[in-house]
């Protein structure tokens, strides 16, 4: 089994849930559970945050459309539900199932067209970043995932690969990547480990990363992305340096 880990972020007014999650920084949603089908998804969420946040998280989940998980840009026909099953002081916990139309996707229902069956899913969401784990078998196809995804996102929302790893694996068990990457992008991807670019909360971001080597931001932008395409065709993730192994 292998471990696929990657986050959406929204612009402001892309999405909903980000923009009531950008205006109480503390507040997080964690999915307790998430199963789909070719033709349905549900789930059960558990929110954490102030009173002021959970209440506004609840207004918005209750009348936004994140909750169907649809990747749409526009409404897609799908015909979702809505459930609070708790709401205390400090707890929110939500059901939604959703069933699909014939013209929305998520990215559960990506995975399951490219990366196969058997998949398991967790989720966190907090301020504009949405952050995916996604277990899978190892058979199927993750740069077409990928590609996919990307291809789906509408504007104003962006994906950033963070890891691809054995499920449980130790870092002995990785093959080795640097090999295979030609020095450019072989300095930019280490430089990005050792300094918390791919770590969740991200402890640099690209602007001081590329200040760091004195590159500039697009050419790191290019370098990653090239290195990243690499890493996804060979599934391949041991980079010469320790990369975090603890779930979202």
Request: hydrophobic residues 35%; glycine residues 8%.
């Amino acid at each position: 089994m292998r471990e696929l880990v990657f986050a959406l972020s929204y612009e402001p007014g892309t999405n909903a849930i980000a923009d009531a999650l950008a205006e109480y920084p503390e507040a997080r949603i964690r999915s307790l559970s998430l199963h789909a089908t070719p033709e349905s998804l549900w789930r059960v969420d558990h929110a954490t945050g102030s009173p002021a946040a959970l209440a506004a998280i609840e207004e918005t989940v209750r009348t936004a459309d994140y909750y169907a998980d649809c990747l749409a840009a526009d409404d897609c026909g799908a015909k979702q539900t809505t459930e609070v099953l708790e709401h205390s002081e400090d707890t929110l916990v939500v059901y939604s199932y959703w069933e699909r139309s014939a013209t929305c996707v998520s990215v559960p229902h990506i995975a399951i067209d490219t990366l196969g069956d058997g998949l398991l899913f967790e989720t966190l969401n907090r301020g504009r970043e949405y952050t995916w784990r996604v277990i899978h078998s190892g058979t199927g196809e993750v740069r077409r995932f990928v590609e996919a995804l990307e291809a789906t996102l509408s504007n104003g929302v962006s994906m950033e690969l963070r890891r691809m790893s054995p499920a449980g694996g130790s870092p002995g068990e990785r093959p080795s990547l640097v090999d295979g990457l030609p020095p450019e992008q072989r300095e930019a991807l280490r430089a990005a480990v050792e300094n918390g670019y791919y770590e969740v909360p991200r402890e640099i971001d690209g602007s001081e990363l590329a200040d760091k080597l004195g590159i500039p931001r697009s050419t790191l932008t290019y370098r990653l992305r090239r290195a990243e395409a690499h890493v996804m065709g060979e599934h391949v993730d041991e980079l010469g340096v320790d990369e975090p192994t603890s779930p979202l």
